[in-house]
Nanobody, 125 residues
């Protein structure tokens, strides 16, 4: 499985960006796809995830109401729509995938078998 994250960039506070994660390989290996982010000097943080099969989603509290996650199974794509961006959203964003469909420990990086290369999101104040 290979994951490619893209769509990052520089945006002003209050703006929007849409990140995309392209998955290749056996879809059985990416039943749960998540977005993590890591700001300089901070630990990697789970932001959101979505079940490829059921569409069940999860969001960390700090992005609820601002971010949405969606998937297009036909294209093997997952999207993270980020609205009302804040400077504290600045980070490198990674997509990750796991073959396990169980929605538990979704914010634990260790549960994910596959990782994309990351895309930088910078929100200016």
């Amino acid at each position: 499985v290979q994951l490619q994250a893209f769509g990052g960039g520089l945006v002003q506070a209050g703006g929007s960006l849409r990140l995309s994660c392209a998955a290749s390989g056996s879809c059985l290996d990416y039943q749960l796809i998540a977005w993590f982010r890591q700001a300089p000097g901070k630990e990697r943080e789970g932001v959101s995830c979505i079940s490829r099969g059921t569409g069940t989603t999860y969001f960390t509290d700090s992005v609820k109401g601002r971010f949405t996650i969606s998937r297009d199974n036909a294209k093997n794509m997952v999207y993270l729509q980020m609205n009302s961006l804040k400077p504290e959203d600045t980070a490198v964003y990674y997509c990750a995938a796991d073959p396990n469909i169980i929605m538990s420990d979704t914010t634990t990086p260790a549960r994910y078998d596959y990782w994309g290369q990351g895309t930088l999101v910078t929100v200016s104040s």
